[in-house]
């Protein structure tokens, strides 16, 4: 691996380390209730759509991206 690929990757990993990335599974009213909290904080980068768990499940699952520092 070369100095400059070395670089590289060291770069990737900081930024990467920057953020969380979790889906969260719930009733809505419980995830509007978490999202609106990491929103006011600042935390919050990027929120899916919300999609059906299938079946008779009522629940909804969300992918969240949060900033960490």
Same mark, same amino acid.
């Given at each position: 691996?070369?100095?400059?690929?070395?670089?590289?990757?060291?770069?990737?990993?900081? *930024?990467?380390?920057?953020?969380?990335?979790?889906?969260?599974?719930?009733?809505?009213?419980?995830?509007?209730?978490?999202?609106?909290?990491?929103?006011?904080? @600042?935390? %919050?980068?990027? %929120?899916?759509?919300? *999609?059906?768990?299938? @079946?008779?499940?009522? *629940?909804?699952?969300?992918? %969240?991206? %949060?900033?960490?520092?």
């Amino acid at each position: 691996m070369t100095t400059r690929e070395r670089a590289y990757a060291k770069a990737n990993n900081q *930024r990467a380390a920057h953020f969380t990335e979790l889906w969260i599974v719930g009733r809505p009213e419980d995830i509007a209730a978490m999202v609106q909290v990491a929103s006011a904080s @600042g935390r %919050l980068v990027y %929120l899916s759509a919300p *999609r059906l768990m299938g @079946g008779d499940d009522t *629940r909804q699952r969300r992918y %969240l991206r %949060l900033r960490t520092k």
